[in-house]
């Protein structure tokens, strides 16, 4: 209920609004995913600044109830799935493990952290990848100012003005050699002739919809990474 406080909360005042300890709120961060409080914060910030709490409601802004509300959501979620299904290549994604085994370093850009997304930085671990999760334009900008060939930089666009900064950084990398592979809600997008492979898993009904149909990419090109690299199957060399 206080997270609109959390931008102006040192982390010891976080802390005790919790009722938990700074050692613990730190570890909390930590399994969250975040380095530190101050990227836990300016997270936070940009969430309540890109995002309505306000009206939960426009998933089905029409609904009478919470049972209508619940029902109608879920079937919209359900039939973006489905879409999302119809228009996905295997081939893609074949390719795309290629790409990550052979690439020396992974930059992950993104808006947001999700279990979906450390699953796949994990297996990338495990096999010795270096890997860079950048969620703030300033990351973003400076990974693709030293962007080489040997690296990826795996990015995630929403088609929504907030993700603009992400394909912002498309030129800077093609100029530079780095490799470039999109999860992309669009069809098309500003500089999508310089990547290497985009992957369009479809535009959901409502915003939350996108991105849990950018997890499940997240989730299947993880698996069929650690199938094909890490479960010593090794089916591609």
């Known amino acids: 209920k206080n997270i609109a406080k959390i931008p ?31 990227e836990f914060k300016m997270k936070v910030t940009d969430v309540i600044e890109n995002f309505d709490f306000i009206s939960p409601a426009a998933l089905a802004a029409d609904a009478s109830n919470f049972d209508e509300y619940a029902l109608r959501s879920s079937t919209s979620l359900i039939q973006d799935i489905k879409a999302m299904s119809s228009h996905l290549q295997p081939e893609q994604f ?8 052979n690439s020396s370093h992974i930059y992950i850009h993104d808006l947001l952290k999700s279990n979906m997304k450390l699953a796949l930085q994990a297996h990338l671990a495990l096999s010795g990848k270096e890997v860079t999760l950048s969620y703030d334009p300033q990351s973003q900008w400076a990974d ?28 800077e990398v093609h100029s530079r050699g780095g490799k470039m592979l999109v999860l ?22 409502f915003a939350l919809s996108d991105m849990l149909l950018h997890d499940l990419a997240y989730l299947y090109l993880a698996e069929l990474y650690k199938s094909m690299y890490i479960s010593g199957k090794k089916f591609l060399e």
């Open 8 to 38: 102006e909360w040192t982390i010891e005042q976080a802390a005790l609004a919790c009722h938990i300890s700074i050692s613990t709120f730190r570890r909390f961060i930590k399994d969250m995913g975040y380095n530190s409080y101050t």
């Open 94 to 101: 074949i390719q795309a493990a290629r790409m990550i085994h």
């Open 184 to 205: 992309s809600s669009a069809s098309s997008f500003s500089h999508m002739e310089l990547c290497d492979i985009v992957i369009h898993t479809g535009s959901g009904h």
């Open 144 to 171: 693709a100012q030293n962007a080489e060939p040997s690296q990826l930089f795996l990015m995630v666009y929403d088609g929504q003005p907030r993700s603009r900064q992400v394909i912002h950084t498309i030129p």
